[in-house]
């Protein structure tokens, strides 16, 4: 959520490919600084705890809660969110793997799901169905019971 | 033929037709795309601009006096724009959902942790958080009620200003003692069942804000936009047109999103708005929602069931006591329910129950998916299987003997009228190869020291949509844009189930164009009329009977205009794939879109409300006995589960689930709701448990209220689809969002039974308990 903090402090870091500058307080999460700040609302507060998933992102490449990382800790990082996944304006296949496979039901964590996905295949391309549950333990879903979720993911791997 | 007699030939020859153009065939969600893009809008994501946080001050206390609230000096904070109490609400301090028991701000005492006290208004959430502290509050803690038990007693504390009994519903079939005499044996076991949270994953939020005229605009996220717009406008004490409620993307509803909390949360931003004139914002943390959010009823169940020596039930007796926590919300509803299905899914002659829904200093109980009947037959399987064994018979025959069949009454005498329950039944158990696992297993588990399986079945029966809870109506509005685009609008939502799709194929069906040429608007209170509840899984089942009436009645007049243009009667006209011919003949045709265009060059009007109500159901009070349901669905489980008998550690592996749909219009979204359901029923099963210390909520988190993971689900959820038609639903179509979530409490505890050897007749089945059952058959045995 917004803080009233006066106190500002200038971060830089690669969105989505793009290099961009904020100045937040220096306590602001990333993702308080992705929804509220640069209004990329793909990204989820499920409880700001870490324990739902549904803010996951990427951080150099390696899923991250964003409820959980500073913005000291993304100075000078590349983050990518569920928007950043669009290539020419057509979904990642990841993305269309989770609408093709019925993963999605009421869609409040599918970016976060998504995203802990990408992470899971751009380091292992071919996973076993224990590594992708493994890989997907962060990220809570209460609609679909995963087994779309898995399909998805499976569907996808090399 | 007239247009209208058409209407009602084509309705008929659609309702009974056994091939469908759309219905059945598989159509992704109408939303899928935008959601794995991250594009739907949810209220937080619809925020902008300068607006105020709104936040509730929470009692601290279960049970407290409140001997005086001063605000001055949280009022006094920089940023600070209004501390509201409930001597600052404009109109009634009511915000309960059904029965006006609740206050929005508690007023001279609190009866729960965690309920509301006054409201801080101020911009930046920390200026909030940080002036909540300062609102004082004088309390003068009162004992807590903390179990039903203790709060039935005469002598008890009372909760409100009543009763701490709300409802004491009974069923009288036949004659109990008459019963109990032809029973060779007889089984008495008390059952427990935990508080738990429907947990949807977005938590309570709404965003309001002051329009040009005055009125105050609410957007949230919710199952009933009606309710919610209803109880703002009174606890705002203005007018019908001064308010508006708009739902948003709603992130999971499991019945918490039908109750009190998001009534609430509308009502915080619109009084700040009220108040300050400025857009205000509320959201509830994980913590706020995970305590105040209404809960799954605790139970305690007794049964005493006899049966003939050869497995006949002969008589039920059962007693049911729901704690519903400090405020009713829908308790009374939920006990009825659950303990009109008590004796689970046979048929007994003779059954006497008293359910008894009780106030309590808890958090509040009330909607949640299933609505008592996970409860209910939890208790009734694992009773079921405890005559079984009694009896050293399998469990799929002491079923077989007693199930529901055609011609069969239920506990309440109302006659069954299909076999749906027999063909869940057959299907499961040949399906999971019942017999030879079961064998196979008790093989195992004889060499096995560490790791036993178990396979267990439970059976459901539910009864459609409200019945007894209300009044079963829908309105659906469609229209048919000049560029043949089809809008569907209602006051129903979607919140994850599919079942919005659910309506867009049956209007596609009846006007015989394509799924994707069919879109749905938001629900939006200024936009369409009262739609009832979006609950008791009604949407596809009363819903889609309004879809179709207005689907065919746009059908009739674009059949009037095309029987005139092709020369022909509007009988003799197929709607199929975007084309009205004679007879299916492509080449007497006209394209659906330029049939449009025609008939809205004529003034056709191409707009529609359709409405649907079903009979109303009737039964005594005194006895229970009568037809409290339209039609019922029914339903079978098979789990099979591991348990380490060295930690306690229950891993459920397979899941056979056979439900009778009805008619399945939309078969995504029936897999979606059954493998979703058995999953949230898992978690029910084996982790989930909201925890009261003296009334206080100690593990409001999801580190302390632990769903499943992915990790968690078995390896294999074997889904079958029954098509045994009902009576009112949309095409023969019965209820199916809640169902799956019912049998898995009772399925699985049944398979741990199996594998350990002895019965847990309390959830959820932690490690613990499990371990402490098998330590204590050990101890029994040696």
């Known amino acids: 959520m917004r803080r009233g903090s006066a106190v500002v402090k200038r971060f830089s870091f690669v969105l989505n490919g793009k290099p961009v500058e904020v100045e937040v307080p220096p306590a602001y999460t990333l993702l308080e600084t992705l929804r509220n700040v640069l209004h990329l609302t793909g990204t989820k507060d499920g409880c700001g705890d870490g324990d739902c998933g549904a803010c996951t992102v990427l951080l150099d490449g390696r899923a991250v809660h964003s409820c959980l990382t500073l913005m000291a800790q993304v100075e000078g990082r590349s983050v990518t969110t569920v928007e950043g996944l669009l290539r020419d304006s057509s979904p990642d296949e990841v993305q269309s793997a989770y609408a093709e496979s019925g993963a999605v039901q009421c869609g409040y964590c599918t970016p976060g799901l998504i995203m802990a996905t990408k992470a899971l295949l751009m380091s292992n391309p071919n996973p076993s169905v224990e590594e992708v549950k493994e890989a997907l333990r962060g990220n809570l879903c209460r609609c679909t019971g995963y087994a779309k979720i898995l399909e998805a993911v499976l569907r996808v791997r090399r | 033929m007239s247009s209208e007699e058409e209407i009602l030939k084509r309705f008929a020859a659609i309702e009974q037709a056994r091939e469908f153009y759309i219905i059945g065939k598989k159509v992704s969600r109408v939303d899928a795309l935008d959601a794995v893009l991250g594009r739907p809008m949810y209220t937080g994501d619809l925020v902008t601009g300068d607006f105020l946080f709104v936040k509730a001050v929470r009692s601290p206390y279960a049970h407290a006096l409140i001997k005086g609230i001063d605000i001055s000096r949280a ?131 709404a965003y309001a804000f002051p329009e040009k005229d005055g009125r105050i605009t609410c957007i949230s996220s919710m199952q009933n936009p009606f309710d919610v717009y209803n109880k703002v406008v009174k606890i705002l004490g203005v007018g019908p047109e001064d308010v508006r409620v708009i739902q948003a993307a709603t992130g999971g509803g499991f019945g918490p999103k039908s109750d009190e909390t998001p009534i609430d949360i509308a009502a915080y931003a619109c009084l700040a708005v009220k108040k300050t004139g400025k857009p205000a914002f509320a959201v509830f943390t994980r913590e706020e929602a995970t305590t105040v959010q209404s809960k799954r009823h605790a139970f305690t169940i007794r049964h005493k069931t006899g049966a003939t020596r050869d497995g006949k039930l002969v008589a039920w ?92 009454l239920t506990a309440t005498s109302q006659r069954i009228d299909d076999a749906g329950l027999e063909i869940c039944f057959g299907k499961v158990v040949e399906t999971a190869r019942w017999h030879q696992k079961r064998r196979e297993y008790e093989e195992l588990n004889r060499t096995s020291s560490r790791i036993k399986k178990g396979i267990g079945i439970a059976l459901l029966y539910h009864g459609n949509t409200l019945g007894p809870e209300g009044e079963d109506f829908a309105t659906v509005h469609v229209r048919i844009e000049e560029d043949g685009s089809v809008v569907v609008q209602t006051g129903l939502t979607e919140y994850g189930t599919g079942a919005l799709t659910s309506l867009v194929i049956i209007v596609a069906e009846i006007l015989g164009i394509p799924a994707s040429w069919v879109r749905m608007e938001r629900p939006d209170t200024s936009a369409v009329t009262s739609s009832g509840p979006t609950v008791a899984s009604r949407t596809t089942v009363i819903g889609g009977r309004a879809a179709a009436d207005a689907a065919t009645q746009l059908r009739g007049r ?138 206080v909520v100690v593990n409001p988190s999801l580190h302390g209220y632990i769903i499943p993971t992915a990790s968690e689900a078995p390896e294999w959820i074997e889904p079958i689809a029954v098509e045994s038609p009902g009576r009112i639903g949309a095409f023969g179509a019965k209820a199916m969002g809640e169902i799956p979530v019912v049998l898995p409490m009772a399925s699985i505890a049944n398979a741990v039974a199996h594998a350990i050897g002895v019965f847990i007749r309390e959830t959820p089945l932690k490690p613990e308990r499990v371990l402490k059952a098998i330590r204590e058959a050990e101890r029994k045995e040696r």
């Open chain 2, 75 to 205: 009022l006094k904070q920089r940023g600070i724009e209004a501390v509201i109490t409930h001597r600052d609400i404009p109109g009634e301090n009511d915000a309960g959902s059904l029965i006006p028991d609740r206050p929005l701000l508690a007023v001279d005492k609190v009866r729960h942790y965690g309920e509301a006290v006054a409201l801080v208004v101020g911009s930046g959430i920390e200026t909030v958080e940080e002036a909540i502290r300062l609102v004082d509050v004088e309390y003068e803690p009162l004992p807590v009620v903390k179990d039903p038990f203790e709060a039935m007693k005469p002598d008890a504390p009372r909760i409100q200003n009543r009763d701490n009994i709300v409802t004491h519903f009974k069923i009288r079939k036949g004659n109990i003692e008459e019963g109990f005499s032809k029973a060779d044996i007889i089984v008495e076991n008390t059952y427990k069942t935990q508080f738990m949270d429907g947990l949807p994953l977005e938590t309570e939020v």
């Open chain 2, 317 to 408: 007796k059962s007693e049911l006591v729901a704690d519903t926590g400090a405020y009713i919300s829908k308790g009374h509803l939920v006990i009825a329910r659950a303990t009109f299905h008590c004796t689970g899914p046979y048929e007994v002659p003779h059954v006497w129950a008293d359910g008894y829904c009780v106030l309590t200093n808890n958090t509040i109980a009330g909607s949640t998916r299933g609505f008592g009947a996970p409860q209910a037959h939890f208790a009734a399987e694992l009773q079921m299987d405890a005559l079984a064994k009694k009896l050293g018979i399998d469990p799929v025959e002491i079923r077989a003997r007693n199930i529901l069949r055609p011609g069969s």
């Open chain 2, 558 to 695: 674009l059949a009037e205009v095309a029987a005139g243009l092709l020369g022909c009667s509007p009988d003799e006209l197929v709607f199929k794939d975007g084309v009205v011919s004679v007879g299916g003949d492509r080449r007497r045709g006209i394209g659906f879109r330029e049939l449009v265009s025609e008939a809205s060059r004529r003034g056709v009007e191409l707009r529609v409300r359709g409405y649907y109500i079903a009979p109303p159901t009737r039964w005594d009070p005194e006895t229970g006995q009568g037809a409290p349901y339209n039609q019922y669905t029914f339903g079978a489980l098979v789990s099979e589960v591991e348990v380490d008998t060295e930690t306690g550690l229950v891993v459920v592996k397979r899941m056979t689930a056979a439900y009778d749909a009805g008619r399945v219009i939309n078969p995504l979204g029936l897999l979606a709701v059954i493998e979703g359901g058995s999953i949230q029923g898992l978690g029910h099963a084996l982790t989930e448990e909201i925890i009261h210390e003296n009334g």
